[in-house]
T-cell receptor, first 114, second 110 residues
Framework: GEEVAQTPKHLVRGEGQKAKLYCAPIKGHSYVFWYQQVLKNEFKFLISFQNENVFDETGMPKERFSAKCLPNSPCSLEIQATKLEDSAVYFC????????????FGSGTQLSVL | GESVGLHLPTLSVQEGDNSIINCAYSNSASDYFIWYKQESGKGPQFIIDIRSNMDKRQGQRVTVLLNKTVKHLSLQIAATQPGDSAVYFCAENLDYKLSFGAGTTVTVRA
């Protein structure tokens, strides 16, 4: 596609429930990034992929967060046992390369944990 | 025009005036910088970028200035319009990922 497509737009979960977010990068882009934005503030890097391989996961809370980018499937970000502080907008972005290349962002998934 | 010397979280500007948004970046090794615009309920939208071997780059109504000596980046918007109201973020390319600064909320007064 011509744009990064994220689904769902909104997701509401009770504390302790699982949340799964999806992202289809722009066609031809091999690099995918996930960012978390809390209260419209700064973007926190979570994880990046080169095709289906994890490149950098230094931003991921290891215990409850996981992500995948499998061939011929949308990328996904999963949060097991959500907590109140996971409430945020999660953005996916894609690019053609890792360095010196702008990222194209999706519209985000608003996750509300109640 | 309206300008700020240091990063401020908000900027109010009269329609038709010029705006200047400032950003300090963290790492002298960063070699690529981007300005993004984020409107309410949307993802960041690319405005303009600049590589570290340049100190100025112009686009349509926008100019980015890079001062590597003091690790400072600025975005100038000429003849600010109501549609320019948004939150603006600078980002630096560091360790193969973009690291974002705090945003500046620009409000355009009619």
């Amino acid at each position: 596609g011509e744009e990064v497509a994220q689904t769902p737009k909104h997701l509401v979960r009770g504390e302790g429930q699982k949340a799964k977010l999806y992202c289809a990068p722009i066609k031809g882009h091999s690099y995918v990034f996930w960012y978390q934005q809390v209260l419209k503030n700064e973007f926190k890097f979570l994880i990046s992929f080169q095709n289906e391989n994890v490149f950098d996961e230094t931003g991921m809370p290891k215990e409850r967060f996981s992500a995948k980018c499998l061939p011929n499937s949308p990328c996904s970000l999963e949060i097991q046992a959500t907590k109140l502080e996971d409430s945020a907008v999660y953005f996916c972005a894609s690019s053609r390369s890792f360095s010196n290349e702008k990222l194209f962002f999706g519209s985000g998934t608003q996750l509300s944990v109640l | 025009g309206e300008s700020v010397g240091l990063h401020l979280p908000t900027l109010s500007v009269q329609e038709g005036d010029n705006s200047i948004i400032n950003c300090a970046y963290s790492n002298s090794a960063s070699d690529y910088f981007i300005w993004y615009k984020q409107e309410s309920g949307k993802g960041p939208q690319f405005i303009i970028d600049i590589r570290s071997n340049m100190d100025k780059r112009q686009g349509q109504r926008v100019t980015v200035l890079l001062n590597k000596t003091v690790k400072h980046l600025s975005l100038q918007i000429a003849a600010t319009q109501p549609g320019d109201s948004a939150v603006y973020f600078c980002a630096e390319n560091l360790d193969y990922k973009l690291s974002f600064g705090a945003g500046t909320t620009v409000t355009v007064r009619a």
